[in-house]
C-alpha cells in the first residue's frame, strides 16, 4: 500500500511537471511554480531507495548520503528564492542563497570531522553527530515555511487578478507546509532519541508528491481549455481565411503547417485575415458600401451584430469586384474597423464576420449587389 501511494504520487507529481512545462508562457509567477515543483519532485525523486541504491554502486558512499542532503537543502534555498522573487521581495535574494551556502557548508564540516563509515542505501553513516541532523532540518522547516509565506501572500496580492493562479499558490503553500511535517517529526526524533517519530515519513512523503502535483491543475486545466479553445477557433476562421487569402495569396506568411503551435497559428490566422481585409476594401465602390449598411439596417440585425454584418456584406462586395477585375481605389472609410484589443477580442469579432459571410444575410446582399454596382 505504502510502495503503490509513493509511487503514484511521484509520477502524478512528474506528469504535472511536464504538462505544466508545456503551458508555461513568460509570466514570473508561473515560472516560479514550474520551477518550485520540479525542485520538489527531484528532491523526492532522490529520497527514494530505489533510485539511491544505483546511485551508492556507481559513487563513494559518502558523496551520495552527503550530496543528497545538499540537494535537498539547495532546493529548499531555490523553492525559497523563486517565490520571494515573484513576491517582489528581489532585494532580499541573499537570504536563501547565504543560509544554503552556511547550511551546506556546516553539514559538510560535521561530517568530515565526525568521520562516519561508508553508509550504504539501507545502512547510515556511523557514528553522525545529530547536529548534522539539526542543520538540515532547521534550514529545511524554515526555507519551507518562509515559501508559504510568500505563496500565500503572492496569492492574497492584487498582483494576482487571474483565479487559477491564486488557487495554484494557495495549493503550493499547503504542499509546501506539508513537506515541512517530516522534518517536525525529525526535530521529535531528535529531542526524545524515539525513532518510532520517524515511521510516518514515508506516507507524508507520498502525500506531498500528490499535493505538489494538485497545486498546478488548475494551471493545467486552463490552459489545456485554452489550447482547445484556440484549436477550435482557428478550424473555424478557415473558411473565411481560405475565401479571403485565395483573392490576396501574396498576403500568407508561410504556407507550411505549425503543428504543436497553436497560439502561433491563431495569431497569424488573425493577422492574414486581417490584411486581407484591408487590401479587399479597396475594391469596394460607395454605393456597395451604402448598400450594405442600408440593407443591414433593414434586416433589423441586433445592434452588437452591426458592424459585422455590414463587414460581411462589403467583403461580398470586394470579392465579387477583385473577380471581375475592377481596379481598386482609395477608400475613405475605415472598412477593417477598429477590430479587439487582444488577439482573443479580434478572433471572436472575426468568426462573428465569418458566420454572417456565409449565413443567408451576405446572400440576399449578394442577390441585391449587381443593381447597386451597375449606378457606379
Avoid at 510516518?200 to 488548475?218: H, K, M, N, Q
Wanted: hydrophobic share 50%.
Amino acid at each position: 500500500m505504502l510502495s503503490t501511494l509513493q509511487s503514484s504520487g511521484l509520477v502524478a507529481l512528474w506528469i504535472a511537471t511536464f504538462l505544466y512545462t508545456a503551458t508555461v508562457q513568460r509570466d514570473a509567477v508561473k515560472r516560479a511554480l514550474l520551477f518550485a515543483v520540479a525542485l520538489k519532485a527531484t528532491e523526492i525523486t532522490l529520497y527514494r531507495p530505489r533510485v539511491q541504491e544505483p546511485l551508492y554502486d556507481l559513487f563513494n558512499g559518502h558523496l551520495v548520503f552527503v550530496g543528497v542532503h545538499l540537494v535537498s537543502v539547495l532546493a529548499a534555498a531555490a523553492v525559497l528564492y523563486l517565490l520571494v522573487t515573484a513576491a517582489d521581495f528581489r532585494r532580499l535574494w541573499w537570504i536563501p542563497a547565504a543560509g544554503s551556502l552556511v547550511a551546506a557548508a556546516t553539514m559538510i564540516a560535521i561530517y568530515a570531522t565526525a568521520g562516519p563509515s561508508t553508509p550504504t542505501v539501507s545502512v547510515p553513516p556511523e557514528p553522525l553527530p545529530l547536529s548534522y541532523w539539526w542543520v538540515l532540518s532547521v534550514f529545511h522547516s524554515l526555507a519551507h515555511l518562509l515559501a508559504v509565506a510568500c505563496c500565500w501572500r503572492v496569492a492574497a496580492s492584487r498582483k494576482i487578478d487571474v483565479w487559477p493562479v491564486r488557487l495554484s499558490l494557495v495549493l503550493m503553500g499547503l504542499a509546501l507546509l506539508l513537506s515541512c511535517t517530516p522534518w517536525l517529526l525529525t526535530f521529535e526524533w531528535l529531542w526524545t532519541g524515539d525513532t518510532a517519530w520517524l515511521d510516518p515519513i514515508e506516507y507524508i512523503d507520498a502525500v506531498t508528491g500528490w499535493c505538489l502535483a494538485f497545486s498546478v491543475a488548475p494551471l493545467i486545466a486552463v490552459a489545456v481549455r485554452r489550447g482547445l479553445t484556440q484549436r477550435r477557433t482557428v478550424r473555424l476562421l478557415a473558411p473565411l481565411w481560405r475565401e479571403l487569402t485565395a483573392l490576396v495569396p501574396d498576403l500568407v506568411f508561410d504556407a507550411r503547417p505549425t503543428p504543436g503551435r497553436t497560439q502561433y497559428a491563431l495569431y497569424r490566422r488573425v493577422v492574414e485575415i486581417r490584411d486581407a481585409m484591408i487590401q479587399l476594401r479597396n475594391y469596394v465602390s460607395p454605393q456597395a458600401l451604402r448598400l450594405a449598411v442600408d440593407y443591414v439596417a433593414e434586416r433589423a440585425v441586433p445592434v452588437e451584430q452591426v458592424e459585422a454584418a455590414v463587414t460581411a456584406c462589403w467583403l461580398a462586395a470586394a470579392k465579387d469586384a477583385k473577380e471581375r477585375g475592377a481596379d481598386a481605389h482609395a477608400q475613405p472609410a475605415d472598412l477593417a474597423g477598429p477590430g479587439g484589443s487582444d488577439v482573443g477580442t479580434e478572433s471572436q469579432h472575426l468568426m462573428q464576420i465569418s458566420e454572417l459571410y456565409f449565413s443567408a444575410l451576405a446572400d440576399g446582399y449578394r442577390q441585391r449587389l449587381p443593381a447597386a454596382e451597375a449606378s457606379w
